[in-house]
Nanobody, 126 residues
């Protein structure tokens, strides 16, 4: 069972930046970041996977967020810039099992991911 641990959340003013980290207990085929606010469904933010140009972003964060990874450290990062209050949410890291990775590579749909971290709160104040 893959275990994921997020860190780096916090409170920041609008226009500011935060960097989230997610450490996996073992190798994962891809890693993604998702977020959720009370009363809303969890949504995909960014995913990174093997291959040239192997990233996918939600339209709402394109040009502001950047996902990267250190494969040797089993770690994924989410650099978040130009934050606005609408980015306030609990941010989760997730990884698919091999079957879901093969079938749904690069997907931003939370249902395609099998392993989840506990989440880290990001609050953006105006």
């Amino acid at each position: 069972q893959v275990q994921l641990v997020e860190s780096g959340g916090g409170s920041v003013q609008a226009g500011g930046s935060l960097r989230l980290s997610c450490v996996a207990s073992e190798f994962t085929y891809s890693m993604g970041w998702f977020r959720q606010t009370p009363g809303k469904e969890r949504e995909g933010v960014a995913v990174i996977y093997p291959g040239i140009g192997g990233v996918n972003y939600a339209d709402s964060v394109k040009g502001r967020f950047n996902i990267s990874q250190d494969i040797a450290k089993h770690t994924a990062y989410l650099q978040m810039n130009s934050l606005n209050p609408e980015d306030t949410a609990i941010y989760f890291c997730a990884a698919p099992n091999y079957g879901n990775f093969q079938r749904f590579r690069g997907s931003l749909s939370p249902s395609r991911y099998n392993y989840w971290g506990q989440g880290t709160q990001v609050t953006v104040t105006s």
